[in-house]
């Protein structure tokens, strides 16, 4: 790829300063030496073709910038870190409320005892629990330079500044007694490996901390309205084996009624604990809830577990279903390449999920070894015309005597028609880029007389029902409980993810301003390039 400057920019999603129920002092930072440094910044810089009046700023949503050249900019940008990613609490809106001992302990089988005072055991020797104050640093690499491949900067220098965010676990308090809790689960959106993982461990850890009242919400947001819908009583004993298949034993659905009609019926089924299992969209939604039932003063929380087989959920280093995806996506492209291989002139183009961001069509290339060609969302690419992918594709057919091209459904929409229509979660409806591909692929070598025999793969449904794999059934069954032990902390309107291999929570409005995207300038893209050995096709 060209060498292209680079412009740092920055965004920020709506979210009001909150004072934590805990207060957090992070260490003093490291010494900006070049082999201890560990990170800096959250923000993405981003490469763009730079205009005499750009400038490197960071704006936050009441439109103030950080002056680079104020001496305390650092501890300024610290602190509205720290209220942003300062994680909602019940205290906030019941500054009362009283904590009790945590009835989770992995020393006792029983939580509940009856014979104790209070009815709740503890012990004191177990140090299994998590500190309000621990953290888990954002990110792990000191860029020197901001042309440095994959740099993230804050500042026009990249300096070094240390962003935390809050660990994931069980503590020791809890804000709600088991027996007074009615939990319910709903699965939001399309269908994603793992599933079924998430629902049965957010089941049997609620059990552990003594839960009896649990519930799924059939069919997403739409199981709060639809009153043919009825819930869906779990236990141990309902989900001990559904995350051996794929799919949703609740079932998913896109859309749903209007949040002051879900938090009603919240109110009426007397929920006070509510997981929601969803993309961005989804998210979107769980906030609203989270919002409007502190509007109402309810003591509810509402916890996400991101899922998205397109792992495009910012900050978090994967979300659950993305290994499936793109371990599966492999039986696709090998196909793909038997067909082209085993043919005169063949070509196999496969296209894989991914709207807004090509991660599983980048790691799916890059795993296979197989690719010569893969087209994401994130890097504009001809078609036609000396540098366009059909003539690259012409030197193949010349060279090796067969292709295969991986491309994202997202990908190359530019070339497309639009249709203007929407999904039921309001996603624009993209055309098919594979089709467009296949056809214009046909036509072109028609067109210069050369042979070509072009098949044409989409295993999109066949990737999403699948049952999740070791790798995300491992992640399915650790965000599942770590939900469940945020909720019992009194948070709320956050959601969970793995962050620099730790687990973390962030709140929702953080991770859902816009989709992750495939950094062009990323070690890993170049790895992915130098895999298939393409060139840039504009």
């Not at 989270?290 to 792992?311: A, Y």
């Amino acid at each position: 790829m060209g060498s292209m400057s680079h412009v740092i920019t920055f965004s920020h999603l709506t979210c009001s300063a909150r004072s934590s129920y805990t207060q957090f002092t992070p260490p003093p930072p490291p010494s900006r030496t070049l082999n201890k440094v560990r990170v800096f910044a959250q923000f993405k810089a981003t490469t763009q073709t730079p205009t005499p009046s750009s400038t490197t700023t960071i704006n936050n949503n009441n439109h103030n910038k950080f002056d680079f050249s104020d001496p305390d900019w650092k501890t300024k940008f610290q602190q509205d870190f720290e209220a942003r990613f300062s994680l909602p609490h019940l205290t906030d809106i019941f500054p009362d409320a009283s904590p009790i001992p945590s009835t989770f302990c992995l020393k006792m089988r029983t939580p509940v005892d009856r014979d104790i005072q209070g009815h709740y055991s503890s012990d004191e020797d177990w140090h299994g629990y998590i500190n309000n104050n621990d953290r888990v640093l954002l990110k792990t690499i000191y860029y020197s330079s901001p042309t440095s491949a994959g740099a993230e900067c804050i500042d026009p220098n990249c300096t070094w500044v240390e962003q935390w965010v809050h660990r994931a676990g069980p503590r020791e308090k809890i804000y709600y007694k088991p027996e007074e809790v009615k939990a319910a689960i709903v699965t939001c959106g399309g269908l994603c490996p793992g599933l079924n993982d998430v629902i049965r461990q957010i089941v049997i850890t609620l059990e552990i901390y003594g839960v009896k009242k649990i519930v799924g919400i059939p069919f997403g947001y739409r199981g709060f309205s639809d009153q043919e819908l009825t819930e869906v009583p779990l236990s141990r004993k309902v989900v001990q084996n559904i995350h051996l298949s794929g799919g949703s034993l609740l079932g998913v659905s896109r859309g749903g009624p209007a949040v002051s009609n879900i938090v009603d019926s919240l109110e009426e089924r007397g929920i006070n604990m509510l997981f929601v299992l969803g993309g961005n969209g989804t998210h979107a939604g769980a906030n609203a809830i989270h919002n409007e039932c502190r509007k109402r003063r309810l003591k509810v929380s509402v916890i996400g577990v991101p899922k998205t087989i397109d792992n495009d959920i910012l900050l978090m280093d994967k979300t659950f279903g993305f290994d499936t995806a793109v371990e599966e996506a492999q039986r696709a492209i090998n196909s793909a390449y038997i067909e082209a291989h085993s043919a005169y002139h063949g070509i196999g183009v496969v296209k894989l999920m991914g709207r807004s961001s090509g991660f599983i069509a980048m790691q799916s290339s890059l795993s296979s070894g197989q690719v010569d060609i893969c087209l994401i969302p994130e890097v504009p690419f001809n078609l036609h015309g000396p540098h366009g992918v059909l003539s690259h594709l012409k030197h193949l057919l010349e060279t090796k005597g067969s292709a295969v091209v991986c491309v994202a459904e997202g990908a190359g929409q530019n070339l497309l028609q639009k249709t203007n229509a929407t999904d039921a979660s309001g996603n624009v409806v993209f055309g098919d880029i594979g089709v467009y591909i296949q056809q214009e692929t046909k036509k072109y070598f028609k067109e210069i007389g050369v042979h070509a025999d072009v098949k044409y793969i989409d295993p999109t449904y066949m990737i999403r029902a699948v049952r999740a794999n070791a790798s995300d059934g491992i992640l399915c069954t650790v965000l599942g409980q770590n939900a469940v032990h945020g909720a019992f902390a009194g948070y709320s309107g956050i959601t969970v993810g793995l962050c620099n291999t730790h687990y973390a929570y962030f709140p929702i409005p953080e991770v859902i301003s816009h989709p992750r995207l495939v950094d062009p300038n990323s070690r890993m893209w170049h790895r992915c390039l130098t895999s298939t050995c393409q060139p840039d096709f504009i």
